[in-house]
């Protein structure tokens, strides 16, 4: 499995960005798909993830309400809407895969194949 994640920048408190992962190397929808964040100087954190079948989503309560995770089969990614950032959200982000994973698949330690990472600065 190899993740892509692109999509990063720079965007001021209050404004919108959506960051994508491109999924290549097996079959995308018989995988779990999560989102974590790494800011400077902290351990890397679950944001958000969605099921296999795309059923479901969870989110960390942070983000709750302001980010959307989604998934498109015919392109084989799955994205991250970002809305009312705030400073606070500044890190790098990556994606995450888990074979059959659910939307319950919120730690570190349960993927096994994880993107470069995209960087995305909110400015106050």
């Known amino acids: 499995v190899q993740l892509q994640a692109s999509g990063g920048g720079l965007v001021q408190a209050g404004g919108s960005l959506r960051v994508s992962c491109a999924f290549s190397g097996r079959t995308f929808s018989s995988y779990g798909m999560g989102w974590f964040r790494q800011a400077p100087g902290k351990e890397r954190e679950f944001v958000g993830a969605?099921?296999?079948?795309?059923?479901?989503?969870s989110y960390a309560d942070s983000v709750k309400g302001r980010f959307t995770i989604s998934r498109d089969s015919a392109k084989n990614t799955v994205y991250l809407q970002m809305n009312s950032l705030k400073p606070e959200d500044t890190a790098v982000y990556y994606c995450a895969a888990r074979p059959r994973g659910g939307s319950d698949d919120t730690t570190v330690g349960q993927y096994g194949y994880w993107g470069q990472g995209t960087l995305v600065t909110v400015s106050s």
């Open positions: 969605i099921a296999w079948s795309g059923g479901s989503t």
